[in-house]
């Protein structure tokens, strides 16, 4: 029954692909944005008989079957006539939507809305606020199914709220109107990788204008001193482009936009895109440096994505269509090289301090070295393979359980690769080469895809200087050793080796904003400021005392619990001094626990080490002037 279910879907796939030849019209409205609202109309090229409409479920760059299906609404397919054609959704397949095309009628018209709400994630949520909106064209349209996203095509048009103005990577195509704006035909896969922001406090700001291809950096705020960042800031994006040139020696793109959302009304996260990236960070974090500091990664790493991961793409994540699964086992290159190569290039382009750079790596390495016991049962490379269900992990019990450590993790990864080429090739040869030949793969180029597998990553650092490459990340993907197995590459041969002090570093003084106290190195746990505790490491002090997460803090060693009196009951401690006394409540049940520790507060921190070449410093030196 299955089977020729499956098979009468290939023969209506293969007729909705000859009907794909025609573009797709596609026109979007955004003057009720301001309402959480996006109404989009379509006109799609049909042959009558049964026909399958999809709606995106696999979305590039969010790794998992995330289309927002649950917030799309008001789906009605008519004919040129008017009139109405019924659908019926899939009774396995939530995402397709089966019709039947009357006899003589070539084309249907289908009118959607989005709904912009709660409940949506990635680039479905969170888009939209009183004076802006980012549109991600996935969210808004069908598309016959079977067919190629590639050899599809559409022509979009906008309409957006008067005075607002957008940014996007889409060309105009010069039929615009007064109230929309029309845009050249594009693919199904270009549309989808070229989202729009649009706002009525929006600027477009050149960035390196001596450099060909152009890039732009479009921001949108809640209000006009949002977008109002420094020239400094200015200055530092526009090396950002120069650096990206110098490392990897190519261009993909026609065009470049940042399209920044500055807004609290958003969700906050970056999804890459070949020729744009979609940005959402806190309204102020151009204007307030320290806010400009810790969310200083971001664009760095989305930029890199347009040649690592969109290029440059792991073979399991090349589909040829939204509604093919995805296969993640190589994000610790998609995720992880991005994550090292972004750090770094935070760094060169002055956006982060050298020791800035440390600090945070330094966390990162806390972390995955000394608080993540969930690696003596998962190795990397299952946080990588099992992306798609991770992604909705972390929270309490999270250094158990493990989620997308193949970000973080594979920034240690990478960092011991370059590491271990400078090493033997005496500072001769780099990660930086190996960049420059796997990214930059044909020079200059326009947008497009060229997948890779394993064997190509190895061939391509062997390129550079010959090892057992594969025994060696093999060694780290599929370690289940309590501790990253990376740090030990990476305290040999960086100039630097991680220690603990009792000193918050700059990134562990951000995470103790608001009265939170992070012990996860000391006690074995965190707390915040009304003493609930919100994580505790299997394994750790606080663990084999029997506190869990969700347990609150009443008293510290007799009175009323602070993080204060915690911070000073854990100092008092040190050497002889008594156990530390807990008052603890769970679910309304109280009682005393006692903490047998005595080495006091401890944060990591990267310290060098005299008498060794500086290679991690070596690293950050910027490549251009």
């Not at 780290?476 to 603990?500: C, F, Q, V």
């Not at 029997?546 to 050497?575: D, H, Q, S, W």
């Not at 679910?587 to 903490?595: A, E, S």
Request: aromatic residues 10%; proline residues 5%; contains cysteine.
């Amino acid at each position: 029954m299955r089977l020729s279910r499956f098979l009468v879907l290939a023969s209506l796939a293969a007729a909705s692909v000859a009907a794909a030849q025609t573009p797709i019209t596609l026109s979007v409205d955004l003057t009720d944005a301001p309402r959480k609202l996006l109404r989009a109309t379509e006109t799609i090229p049909v042959t009558p008989g049964a026909m399958t409409l999809v709606y995106p479920e696999w979305i590039p760059g969010e790794h998992g079957p995330t289309g927002p299906i649950i917030n799309s609404t008001g789906i009605v397919i008519t004919t040129p006539k008017g009139e109405r054609v019924k659908w019926e959704r899939d009774s396995v397949d939530m995402y397709s939507y089966h019709i039947t095309v009357p006899a003589g009628v070539t084309s249907l018209n289908v009118k959607l809305d989005f709904l912009g709400t709660a409940g949506a994630q990635f680039s479905s949520g969170g888009s939209t606020s009183a004076n802006l909106a980012l549109l991600s064209w996935n969210t808004v349209l069908l598309y016959p199914a079977g067919a190629s996203a590639a050899d599809v095509h559409v022509t979009p048009t906008l309409k957006i709220p008067a005075g607002w103005k957008f940014g996007t990577a889409l060309e105009p195509s010069g039929k615009s109107t007064e109230e929309t704006t029309a845009f050249k035909t594009v693919s199904l896969e270009q549309l989808v990788d070229s989202p729009v922001l649009a706002g009525r406090w929006f600027r477009e700001i050149p960035l390196a204008t001596e450099i060909a291809p152009k890039h732009f950096l479009d921001l949108a705020g809640d209000g006009p001193e949002d977008i109002a960042l420094s020239q400094a800031h200015i200055d530092e994006f526009s090396k950002l482009v120069r650096e990206t040139g110098a490392l990897y020696m190519s261009r993909h793109y026609n065009s470049y936009h940042f399209l920044v959302t500055l807004s609290d009304q958003v969700a906050h996260f970056g999804l890459e895109h070949h020729q744009s990236s979609d940005d959402r960070v806190e309204e102020k974090t151009f204007v307030d440096d320290s806010m400009f500091t810790e969310n200083g990664l971001l664009l760095p790493h989305e930029f890199t994505h347009s040649w690592n991961g969109k290029y440059r793409r792991p073979a399991g994540l090349a589909t040829p269509n939204y509604q093919e699964p995805m296969k993640g086992d190589l994000l610790w290159v998609y995720e992880g090289l991005t994550e090292y190569l972004g750090d770094v290039l935070a760094s060169r382009c002055g956006i982060w301090s050298a020791d800035t750079y440390r600090d945070r790596l330094a966390t990162i390495a806390g972390y995955l070295n000394d608080a993540r016991p969930g690696r003596t049962w998962r190795d990397l490379q299952d946080t990588a393979t099992a992306a798609q269900i991770l992604y909705a992990a972390g929270g309490p019990y999270d250094n158990w359980r493990r989620n997308v450590d193949y970000y973080d993790e594979g920034e240690l990864l990478w960092l011991e690769v370059d590491l271990t080429i400078r090493q033997k090739t005496n500072g001769t040869k780099s990660l930086n080469d190996f960049a420059a030949a796997f990214e930059g793969l044909g020079g200059n180029t326009q947008p497009k895809v060229v997948p890779y597998t394993f064997e190509d990553i190895v061939a391509g650092l062997n390129a550079v200087v010959p090892n057992d490459w594969s025994s060696f990340l093999h060694k780290r993907l599929d370690s289940n050793d309590l501790h990253a197995p990376e740090m030990a590459g990476i305290d040999a041969l960086s100039g630097y080796k991680l220690t603990y002090t009792d000193k918050p570093n700059y990134w562990s003084t951000l995470e103790e904003g608001g009265g939170a106290l992070n012990m996860r190195w000391s006690l074995g746990m965190s707390a915040g400021s009304s003493g609930n505790i919100g994580d505790v490491i299997i394994g750790g002090v606080a663990d084999k005392a029997g506190l869990a997460p969700g347990f609150k803090i009443i008293a510290v060693n007799g009175r009323a619990y602070t993080t204060e009196l915690l911070r000073t009951a854990i100092k008092g401690a040190v050497g002889k001094g008594p156990d530390i006394e807990l008052i603890v409540e769970n679910t309304g049940y109280f009682k005393t626990i006692k903490l047998n520790y005595h080495d006091g507060e401890k944060y990591p921190q990267f310290v060098r080490v005299d008498g060794t070449p500086t290679r991690l410093d070596d690293i950050l030196k910027p490549m251009t002037r």
